[in-house]
């Protein structure tokens, strides 16, 4: 079993950056591909990013990529999502999740002002 921590999120203006992370407990980190997704008020929670338990290859969803880059730390049992150019429609609560075994984080919030 994981347990999943998120830390990181906040208040930003439109443009300015954040980095999220998500501890996990366990000595498996390195086998899990771990993601992250976010869910804005009244939607549905959406995809954002994924990589694969070796760190060799990334995911993004169309509404990031080249904005937001997910890497790990399999060493720290680390998952980290560095966000860039932020804009207020990225406004939600992230949360990391790892699978297989679809485990989930508690979330951090993350609110880009205009």
């Known amino acids: 079993q994981v347990r999943l921590v998120e830390s990181g999120g906040g208040l930003v203006q439109a443009g300015g950056s954040l980095r999220l992370s998500c501890a996990a407990s366990?000595?498996?980190?390195?086998?899990?591909?771990m993601a992250w997704f976010r869910q804005a008020p009244g939607k549905e929670r959406q995809f954002v990013a994924r990589?694969?338990?070796?760190?060799?290859?990334?995911y993004y969803a169309d509404a990031v990529k080249g904005r937001f880059t997910i890497s790990r730390d399999n060493a720290k049992n680390t998952v980290y999502l560095q966000m860039a150019s932020l804009k207020p429609e990225d406004t939600a609560v992230y949360y990391c999740?790892?699978?297989?075994?679809?485990?989930w984080g508690q979330g951090t919030q993350v609110t880009v002002s205009s």
């Open positions: 366990g000595r498996t980190f390195s086998s899990y591909n």
């Open positions: 999740a790892a699978g297989p075994g679809n485990y």
């Open positions: 990589i694969e338990r070796n760190g060799g290859s990334t």
